[in-house]
């Protein structure tokens, strides 16, 4: 079984270049700090060509994490969603977009509404997110089926349980185009 640590601990454990479980309002996320964030793709067995996203505590977090100029449509939206279950795609480039979509010219992010999770990612800084799962397999929603997934890379995890239920539904993922936003998936967010 993976350790279950308090959150301090395990912002250390990330920082000293680990990868980690915690819980969100939607699925379980496993998380890396940006610059370790390749362990993520080999942990879940996923395609390289799959991006990560960005989650951090708030928006002023992600800001100043993200160097981009926020158009007013971005800030209206994350407004109205954050914290939430809604995954902004924006314009992106630089190191940060290279750690997490490499070769891609945009950045996904979010801004879990789930305590656990803001107060993990205070403490921690934003951090690169997917979804607790091997590649193709449904997504953890327990600390226990999180665990199970990672059982033998024993990936460290929260330890303050019984984690909140998260909703079960992936965020609603939306891309700024030129022409406005284009729906990518649809989660629990009706937009």
Request: net charge positive; no cysteine; glycine share 4%.
């Given at each position: 079984m993976a350790p279950a640590l308090e959150p301090t601990a395990l912002a250390a454990r990330l920082?000293?270049?680990a990868a980690v479980l915690f819980p969100t309002d939607t699925v379980v996320a496993l998380?890396?700090?940006p610059e370790h964030a390749a362990q993520i793709w080999r942990l879940k067995q996923r395609p390289p060509d799959r991006p990560l996203i960005l989650m951090g505590a708030d928006l002023a977090q992600l800001q100043q994490r993200v160097a981009i100029a926020w158009q007013p449509e971005w800030l209206q939206l994350a407004a109205a969603h954050w914290p939430g279950a809604l995954t902004l795609v924006l314009p992106a480039a630089g190191p940060l977009v290279e750690q997490l979509n490499p070769g891609g010219r945009s950045l996904g992010l979010r801004v879990p509404a789930c305590?656990?999770?803001?107060a993990l990612l205070r403490l921690s800084g934003p951090l690169a997110t997917t979804s607790?799962?091997?590649?193709g397999e449904?997504?953890?929603t327990t600390a226990a089926e999180a665990a199970a997934c990672f059982s033998a890379q024993q990936v460290p995890m929260l330890g303050y349980q019984p984690w909140p239920v998260p909703a079960g539904v992936a965020?609603?993922?939306v891309a700024w185009e030129p022409e406005g936003w284009r729906?990518?998936?649809q989660g629990s967010v009706r937009l």
């Open positions: 920082q000293a270049g998380a890396a700090l305590p656990m999770a803001q607790a799962n091997r590649s449904p997504a953890a965020s609603t993922v729906l990518l998936r």
